[in-house]
């Protein structure tokens, strides 16, 4: 099911994904997600570890230029990342994992506006 609401850390991206998610595809490591700008990842959690940021060096892709801001992320099964393209208040979580059968990724939005209660919408996206 495509999203076409516009809701926190949703564009109008060409696959209509949320979090800036533009395709999630199968690769030996797990799933990798393409983004439709420079993420800025705020963790990384591996899932045979409970130490934040273990792992990350060997699973970056499509290094831009600035600390931590990526293109894509490879993230095996069960490892979650959280990120951000804009302001702090709007961000999101992301975790490789099998849904129904399929491999792929349950990517949550989040947006936590100063006085408001958080908005939170999430969409498990299957690899290609």
Same mark, same amino acid.
């Given at each position: 099911?495509?999203?076409?609401?516009?809701?926190?850390?949703?564009?109008?991206?060409?696959?209509?994904?949320?979090?800036?998610?533009?395709?999630?595809?199968?690769?030996?490591?797990?799933?990798?997600?393409?983004?439709?700008?420079?993420?800025?990842?705020?963790?990384?959690?591996? /899932?045979?570890?409970?130490?934040?940021?273990? =792992? #990350?060096? $060997? %699973?970056?892709?499509s +290094?831009?230029? @600035?600390?931590?801001?990526?293109?894509?992320?490879?993230?095996?099964?069960?490892?979650?990342?959280?990120?951000?393209?804009s302001?702090?208040?709007?961000?999101?979580?992301?975790? /490789?994992?099998?849904?129904?059968?399929?491999? =792929? #990724?349950? $990517? %949550?939005?989040?947006? +936590?506006?100063? @006085?408001?209660?958080?908005?939170?919408?999430?969409?498990?996206?299957?690899?290609?």
């Amino acid at each position: 099911m495509i999203a076409m609401a516009v809701t926190p850390a949703t564009g109008f991206a060409e696959a209509a994904h949320i979090c800036w998610i533009t395709q999630v595809s199968r690769v030996d490591e797990g799933v990798k997600v393409d983004f439709s700008g420079n993420l800025r990842v705020l963790s990384i959690r591996r /899932a045979d570890t409970s130490e934040p940021d273990s =792992g #990350v060096s $060997a %699973r970056r892709e499509s +290094r831009s230029a @600035g600390s931590m801001q990526e293109r894509s992320l490879v993230l095996a099964m069960g490892d979650t990342a959280a990120g951000t393209m804009s302001i702090p208040e709007d961000y999101c979580q992301y975790k /490789a994992e099998v849904h129904d059968g399929q491999v =792929g #990724v349950t $990517a %949550r939005s989040i947006m +936590r506006l100063h @006085g408001l209660p958080p908005t939170t919408t999430t969409e498990f996206i299957a690899a290609e």
